[in-house]
Nanobody, 115 residues
């Protein structure tokens, strides 16, 4: 079972930037895909961005052009660069990794966008 540990969340003003990291305890190339999800209070968890083993990416419409997902195989780390942040981006952000039928989650990191 892989361990996923997110970091990089915090409080940022509207228009600001944050970079989230997700450190995996196993070689990330074993995963079919890795993704970032988020969950705001009272809302369902939603997909933010996903990257596949062959580097295909997809994004939620609400973050296209502002967020970028990437990974560093040498560091076994997944990233989410978030620019032009809006108050509606406030949520707990979770890292996800899928390999076959197995799906693993991190503990989440809080992102708060507020002036």
């Amino acid at each position: 079972q892989v361990q996923l540990v997110e970091s990089g969340g915090g409080l940022v003003q509207p228009g600001g930037s944050l970079r989230l990291s997700c450190a995996a305890s196993l070689d990330i190339w074993r995963f079919n895909s890795m993704a970032w999800y988020r969950q705001a209070p009272g809302e369902q968890r939603e997909l933010v961005a996903r990257i596949t083993r062959v580097e295909k990416t997809n994004y939620a419409d609400s973050v296209k052009g502002r967020f970028t997902i990437s990974r560093d195989g040498a560091k076994n780390t997944l990233f989410l660069q978030m620019n032009s942040l809006k108050p509606e981006d406030t949520a707990v952000y979770y890292c996800n990794a899928e390999a076959g039928m197995a799906s693993s989650w991190g503990q989440g990191t809080q992102v708060t966008v507020s002036s």
